[in-house]
T-cell receptor, first 111, second 117 residues
Framework: QKEVEQDPGPLSVPEGAIVSLNCTYSNSAFQYFMWYRQYSRKGPELLMYTYSSGNKEDGRFTAQVDKSSKYISLFIRDSQPSDSATYLCAMSLYNTDKLIFGTGTRLQVFP | EAGVAQSPRYKIIEKRQSVAFWCNPISGHATLYWYQQILGQGPKLLIQFQNNGVVDDSQLPKDRFSAERLKGVDSTLKIQPAKLEDSAVYLC???????????????FGPGTRLTVL
């Protein structure tokens, strides 16, 4: 079993839709949870990070962490074609910055 | 602020040949990482440097991969000899903080796409 599981997609939605991206993990010691966005032929860029459980909102993006279920989510409201990319979840243990990535979910938002 | 620079962007070699990748991190960033991203997978950490010392190389295949970061700035990653399964994108990242810390954002370069034939 992989430490971090993520549905690879692809996920195709119309412009304006609400998108839900999810990851599950097996290591209950993970404390930091991140979402990266990776455009084609580019390196990943950090979208959001969350410490422990709870929600965090930034503009159209909301990150949720449910440590009891070992489940994290990223919601994108009013999705735009420019949101088309691969979204990678990543997590790390306390007091380390070694990131464990999911496989990434490819998202396509069509006009 | 200039981002993480990597070269070359693309490389095609035959198996058993050697190859080297170069990374120039963001100025002032103490920590540098090399990741391997195989098609359809997330990045996997190969090695982490703090200044010019190795913090973590537990997933680096040391029989064929080597990396160095002289003077705590630029870094090179070498593969010798290459195997077919080394075909991947090699990403370099850097971060500012000296030690593991909450919110230690890693900034990624564009990567080097390696194809081994």
């Amino acid at each position: 079993q992989k430490e971090v599981e993520q549905d690879p997609g692809p996920l195709s939605v119309p412009e304006g839709a609400i998108v839900s991206l999810n990851c599950t993990y097996s290591n209950s010691a993970f404390q930091y949870f991140m979402w990266y966005r990776q455009y084609s032929r580019k390196g990943p860029e950090l979208l959001m990070y969350t410490y422990s459980s709870g929600n965090k909102e930034d503009g159209r993006f909301t990150a949720q962490v449910d440590k009891s279920s070992k489940y994290i989510s990223l919601f994108i409201r009013d999705s735009q074609p420019s949101d088309s990319a691969t979204y990678l979840c990543a997590m790390s243990l306390y007091n380390t910055d070694k990131l464990i990535f999911g496989t990434g979910t490819r998202l396509q938002v069509f006009p | 602020e200039a981002g993480v620079a990597q070269s070359p962007r693309y490389k095609i070699i035959e198996k058993r040949q050697s190859v080297a990748f170069w990374c120039n991190p963001i100025s002032g960033h103490a920590t540098l990482y090399w990741y391997q991203q195989i098609l359809g997978q997330g990045p996997k950490l190969l090695i982490q440097f703090q200044n010019n010392g190795v913090v973590d190389d537990s997933q680096l295949p040391k029989d064929r991969f080597s990396a160095e970061r002289l003077k705590g700035v630029d870094s090179t990653l070498k593969i010798q000899p290459a195997k077919l399964e080394d075909s991947a994108v090699y990403l370099c990242a850097s971060s500012f903080r000296l030690a593991a810390h909450l919110g230690n954002e890693q900034f990624f370069g564009p990567g080097t796409r390696l194809t081994v034939l």
